[in-house]
Nanobody, 126 residues
Framework: QVQLVESGGGLVQAGGSLRLACAASGLSIGRSVMGWFLQAPRKESEFVAAINWSGRSIYNEDSVQGRLTISRDNVQNTVYLQMNNLKPEDTAVYFC???????????????????WGQGTQVTVSS
């Protein structure tokens, strides 16, 4: 059974940092595409970043603007999202996603992912 468990969210002031973690079980992140999405209140879900098995990563530059970094630790079987210089508009629930079927790619669309975590809330105060 595949499980993705996000952690690391919380309340932070604007300009602060958070590191989100997505611990995977039931699959190897080294043979998966791992992605992060966010859903802000009253908005559609939005792609944030993804990383494939070789470490190649892509970002939604419109929202990331060089402030976020995705990485992975194959030994810990965990993917991270380092978030710096946070802004109130970053407030959202952040979801981790995984796809084992085409792990050579870096997916940016929801339907390309097989598995999803429950999400972790990030709230940035002004």
């Amino acid at each position: 059974q595949v499980q993705l468990v996000e952690s690391g969210g919380g309340l932070v002031q604007a300009g602060g940092s958070l590191r989100l973690a997505c611990a995977a079980s039931g699959l190897s992140i080294g043979r998966s595409v791992m992605g992060w999405f966010l859903q802000a209140p009253r908005k559609e879900s939005e792609f944030v970043a993804a990383i494939n098995w070789s470490g190649r990563s892509i970002y939604n530059e419109d929202s990331v603007q060089g402030r976020l970094t995705i990485s992975r630790d194959n030994v810990q079987n965990t993917v991270y999202l380092q978030m710096n210089n946070l802004k109130p508009e970053d407030t959202a629930v952040y979801f981790c996603a995984a796809d084992r079927r085409d792990f050579g790619q870096t997916h940016s669309r929801e339907h390309e992912y097989e598995y999803w975590g429950q999400g972790t809330q990030v709230t940035v105060s002004s």
